[in-house]
């Protein structure tokens, strides 16, 4: 027979282990409820801000765009990437009834994205590039809340 002392420690320690766990551990073992048409809302957003990113990144560029794709190839092919993976996300919540099921994909993105904001951060893009990158960077935000996933440490 336990005695009661130890049954309670054992309670207490159980107890706090659950409640520091962290929000993604506990998202995975737990699945939410998630609105699909918010989900796509959100990732409506993040292509926006995207979309604004690039024409900003076209704006700087001027008549010398074309020199200017060639001189960042590297930055633009991950762009162009992240612009691919956020539809195929966006296609995938549409097809699903329930836009947890693309959990691992957004999980997938949110890596991508911080690493193209290192990317981004360390280029000699413009200030206005940047601040329209800060914008990106909020949208993910928003997306890995809206799958419980911890935000990126930028």
Not at 21 to 30: E, L
Not at 77 to 94: E, I, P, R
Request: glycine share 4%; hydrophobic share 40%; net charge negative.
């Amino acid at each position: 027979m336990y005695q009661p002392r130890t049954l309670l420690a054992c309670a207490i320690a159980l107890a706090a282990l659950a409640a520091f766990s962290s929000p993604a551990a506990r998202a995975d073992d737990h699945h939410f409820h998630m609105d699909k048409w918010h989900t796509l809302r959100v990732i409506r957003q993040v292509e926006e801000a995207n979309d604004q990113m690039m024409d900003s990144i076209d704006d700087w560029g001027g008549p010398r765009a074309d020199q200017v794709r060639h001189d960042h190839a590297d930055l633009f092919q991950h762009l162009d990437q992240f612009g691919d993976d956020l539809s195929a996300l966006k296609a995938q919540v549409k097809q699903q009834d329930d836009p947890w099921q693309t959990r691992d994909q957004v999980q997938s993105l949110m890596g991508e994205a911080a690493d193209l904001g290192h990317f981004i951060m360390r280029s000699d893009l413009p200030r206005p590039v940047r601040q329209q990158w800060r914008n990106v960077r909020n949208g993910m935000d928003a997306l890995a809340a809206e799958y419980h996933l911890p935000p990126i440490s930028w």
